[in-house]
């Protein structure tokens, strides 16, 4: 079987090392991968943007199964076109994808449906908003309606602020269209959870729980990154806060998706925060979160490809979806500045007996010598029986990792160890 995996990331990374598992699967490529993907998958230096590219490949190479794991080729549409071509796909269509291309979408729809979220206001108009903004009540989060590169988000702790950060959306267009409409929303507290989820549209099989770690420095403090760590299970995602999500949140979703014909097949991410009201969506992602991705895999002991393809066949209720009952830590290791300004071009060296839980996100090969060239470089996962053994493995596995300038969170998993405590 010959599979393509569309991205370039440490999510795809990990996707791609637990579809090797299975033996049918004689080829995997991935468009474009990466210098440390290589190891694992033939990399084709095809956008992941480029839908014409990836179709042609697809046809070329007569692709029996295609992995879209990116949030923009998914809304741009990339599942249609392969289907169209006859190529099943792992993956939402274009109109289910808008879950997460639309935040306008995605909240009026829980707002139609009853799902838990902010209480919210959607504006087309910088005036409006700016009037609203007057007598809103403070903190509030301002949301690009549109996907921003996970940056379409800004907590505003004043008025000023928030008008600031309209502003800079609608006016300066920071995020390009992306923000000519935004959200203004609520400011919730509350322990955070994420919770990808496998369905076919019928069924829902959410997968173990997640915590990421956002900020890019110790104590959550600096700048929001695209996630510097992530333990699995959550501690805070009880058998009792499951329940409740599946009835109130997990199924509703589906259910509303399919009344509005916009059926969703493939990784529904719920991401979720647990507030003294009970649990509110933050937001949807119609993808395998990252780096989530990279503690959730590992745990799972069924066969991804054929969990995969029971989304696409519409068999998931009858499939087994298994994860271990352990507990797993990922440290990412970024270049020292991340997310602002950062060097790269440095050589990484990486200890034989790591190797295969290394999940790399930005390197490239230069005359086969694997380089940093991004933000967020690589993770770095251990599988243990406890929380705190995954997080003393994952550390000590960081430290047969080498590259200059590396830069890494020290306390992935302790507000996790806290809440067990
Ligand atoms: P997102 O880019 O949608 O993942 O949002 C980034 C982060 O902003 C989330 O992980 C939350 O920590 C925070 N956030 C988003 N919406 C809210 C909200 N309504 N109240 C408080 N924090 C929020
Ligand atoms: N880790 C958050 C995301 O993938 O959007």
């Not at 060239?373 to 430290?399: F, H, M, N, P, W």
């Amino acid at each position: 079987m010959k599979i393509m995996v569309v991205g370039g990331g440490g999510r795809e990374h990990a996707i791609i090392k637990k579809l090797k598992e299975n033996k049918e699967i004689t080829e995997i490529f991935a468009l474009p991968g990466n210098g440390g993907i290589a190891a694992d998958a033939a990399c084709v230096p095809v956008k992941a943007t480029d839908i014409e590219g990836i179709c042609a490949f697809a046809k070329e190479n007569a692709i029996d199964y295609a992995v879209v794991a990116p949030d923009d080729p998914l809304v741009l549409g990339c599942v249609d076109e392969l289907k169209k071509l006859g190529i099943p796909c792992f993956g939402p269509e274009k109109k289910a994808a808008i879950i997460e291309g639309s935040k306008v979408f995605s909240k009026n729809l829980m707002k139609k449906y009853g799902i838990p979220t902010a209480e919210y206001e959607v504006f087309t108009d910088l005036e409006s908003a700016l009037t609203y903004l007057e007598t809103a009540p403070v903190p509030t989060v301002i949301k690009a309606d549109g996907l921003a590169l996970g940056k379409g988000v800004i907590i505003a702790m004043t008025r000023d602020e928030a008008k600031q950060a309209v502003k800079s959306m609608m006016e300066d267009k920071i995020f390009g269209e992306s923000g000519s409409q935004v959200v203004v929303e609520e400011f919730l507290t509350g322990p955070e959870v994420s919770v990808l989820s496998f369905t076919d549209g019928k069924t829902v099989v959410p997968m173990i729980s997640s915590m990421d770690h956002k900020r890019a420095l110790d104590g959550d403090k600096g700048l929001n990154t695209g996630g510097m760590g992530t333990v699995a299970p959550n501690p805070y995602y009880t058998k009792e806060v499951a329940d409740r999500c599946m009835k109130e949140i997990f199924l509703p979703t589906i259910d509303a998706m399919n009344k509005e014909d916009r059926t969703f097949r493939g990784c529904l991410y719920f991401g979720l925060m647990l507030t003294e009201k009970g649990p509110k969506v933050i937001e949807y992602n119609c993808r395998f979160g990252d780096p989530e991705t990279q503690v959730v895999l590992p745990l799972l002991e069924s066969d991804l490809l054929t969990v995969m393809k029971a989304t696409t066949n519409g068999t998931l209720a009858e499939t087994e979806v298994k994860f271990a009952d352990k507990n797993a830590c990922c440290v990412i290791m970024a270049s020292a500045g991340y997310p602002q300004k950062y060097e790269s071009g440095y050589e990484i060296t990486i200890a034989d007996e790591v190797k295969d839980c290394v999940y790399v996100a930005g390197a490239k090969l230069e005359d086969s010598v694997l380089k940093n060239a991004g933000g967020r470089v690589l993770g770095v996962t251990a599988v243990e029986e406890t929380l705190e053994k995954a997080i003393d493995s994952a550390y000590a596995k960081v430290q047969k990792v080498t590259f200059a300038n590396a830069f890494y969170r020290k306390d992935i998993g302790q507000k996790a160890l806290q809440a067990l405590k």
